[in-house]
């Protein structure tokens, strides 16, 4: 998909609206900005790379998501359609997830420990502490 087309396709990928990629490359400086103003958007950046290759968002996560109205059908169908592998389709849903509205964080969140597997559960946990841990440093 080019780039052109994934940008005007922006409006109807989510339900919630909102900007924003997760593999936009960030300076020291960029970060430590994301990080005051979206603690959210930090730890799934600081996580992405285990995110990427340890989520399986086949396995209820799509659909948790698109139930709750975080994404859109045309997401979840171009995430099953356009990525062949299990890494390809979390690293999509990832770059779109910021775009997708205040709650995708705690939904998606949500959907891994709804999906019931251990890996899902483990990382669930670890996003929440780290980002209660972000809230709580000055």
């Known amino acids: 998909t080019s780039s052109v087309s994934r940008s005007n396709a922006a409006s109807s990928i989510c339900k919630h609206g909102g900007s924003g ?4 490359a960030v ?3 960029s970060a430590s900005s994301t990080q005051k103003s979206d603690p959210h958007r930090s730890v799934l950046l600081q996580c992405y790379v285990e995110l990427k290759s340890s989520v399986n968002v086949e396995d209820h996560v799509l ?3 698109y139930s709750n109205f975080v994404i ?3 997401l979840r169908d171009r995430i099953r359609s356009d990525c062949t592998t299990a890494e390809s389709k979390a690293g999509m849903l990832l770059d779109e997830l910021p775009s997708c ?7 998606f969140v ?5 999906s019931k597997t251990s890996v899902h559960q483990k990382l669930a ?3 929440m502490d780290m980002v209660k841990n ?5």
Do not use: M
């Open 21 to 24: 990629s997760i593999n936009t």
């Open 134 to 138: 972000d809230q709580q440093s000055p």
């Open 110 to 114: 949500d959907a891994l420990i709804a």
């Open 27 to 29: 300076t020291s400086a």
């Open 72 to 74: 859109s059908k045309s």
């Open 101 to 107: 509205g205040a709650s995708a964080f705690r939904e």
């Open 125 to 127: 946990k670890k996003l």
């Open 63 to 65: 659909d948790y998501l």
